[in-house]
């Protein structure tokens, strides 16, 4: 088949090299004339992604993959372009002056009821809605082309029943004969830093509009997916996408809760986690200074978006996962005596461990509220070009190192060589990371989110929590 995958980010330029290895003759399409100049010379613009180079200058040499700035007419559309998300006043003013609504909700694009844009027994979670903008234009751009028979699959992440609200409605309004187009939502599940891998083994969801769609659909995905290919409707797989991500946020938020009450107890959270782990039917995942990257601290807003007033519990995890940055800064200055040390030496950009990916990351929620409160800020990151130093530079002249990313290189740090450069010596953990005893040897007051200031316990390898 031919095949025009639209977007070729971290899910749509490995999805596009993918499907042109199973034998599809695939055009992958980016608004971004600098992507595609890379890419026409064989040159990647994602990193940090096992097996993606190989894979790319195979499909490319072959010519089975070709890149362009706009569609051509093929069999198939697949949409992966960003969904990411605004301040609700930001999209309702855009809806406004635009001919076509975001989404075509029975509440209307505001979507939320009361003066304040909550529901009336909410939480104060601010309401962020999903930016469809991206959406909208490519399939704009790809309606010139559209034919009767063509399968439209949309792979962004989206709120219930854009699908056919947004993408079957957008192509409508630009004169496409939507009767005879197939439409369907597979989104896409996976982790970035592993994305090849995964789109191959992780079973796949994929809902049609209607049951034919959903069949062809899901014949399309066993061509190049090894894992279980599954139909349901279009809403379904919206729904089963953002269910996933906000199981994730609920489940952080709460080991988040537990790592502030580990510290009122002055209990090591990260002892009581993989103790209680140990239950067959418990499996907490880490606390942290934040939940960054483009789809866990966003999908659930997507949710909260179309059903405001049922879903207390999901904008509440919001509000706490958002509060760690700040949290972050409270111990902090805990570990400082009370106030914030002048200067601290950053240790992580990146959203989580290994990859260069910063997007949302609260590494930088922390750096804003610190540099706002007038901290001098070094960062360092060995996986994001801009922050990619000597360490010597960054830790020189620090009160305090701050550990935001457990990047696997920062287990080789070094606490005597550290404490040479740091003048007060003072280290925050806030990822659960480093082992406490060789730092606090190297004359480091220790503290680690959620345990606290860790005390130096002589004849024992590790701190215990202190009541800090
Ligand atoms: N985090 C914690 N504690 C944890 C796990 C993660 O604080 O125990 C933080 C990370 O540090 C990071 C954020 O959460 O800042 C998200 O990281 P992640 O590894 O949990 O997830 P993502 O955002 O990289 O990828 C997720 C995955 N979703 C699920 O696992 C349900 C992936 O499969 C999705 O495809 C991806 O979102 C997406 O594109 O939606």
Redesign the pocket.
Known sequence: MRVCVIGLGYVGFPTACLVARAGHEVIGVDVNRSVIDRLAQGRLHIVNEDGLAELAEAVLRSGRLRVATVPEPVDVFIIAVPTPFRPAQAVDEAAATSTSSPLDRPQGAAGLPGPDGRGPAGPSEPPFLADLSFVEAAVRGLAPHVKPGNLVILES?VPPRTTEDVVRATLEREGVDVARVRFAHAP?????GNVVRELVDNDRIVGGLTPEDTRLACEFYRTFVRGEVVGTDAATAELVKLM??T??DVN?AL?NEFAKVGEVLGIDVWEAIRLANRHPRVNF????PG???H??AV?PYFIAEVAPTVTPLIQTARMVNRGMPGHALELLADLAGGRLPGRVAVLGAA??ADVGDDRES?SYEVIRLLEERAVKVAVHDPHVERFRKPLEEVLAGAEAILLLTDHRAYRSLDPCAAGRLVARRLLLDTRGFLEAAPWQAAGFRVARLGAGILEVSPGNSEGRAGSG
């Open positions: 992440t896409e599940r996976v982790l970035p996933e991500n199981f994730r952080i080991a995942l880490r606390p942290g939940v960054g990257g789809c866990i999908d959203y989580k609260p």
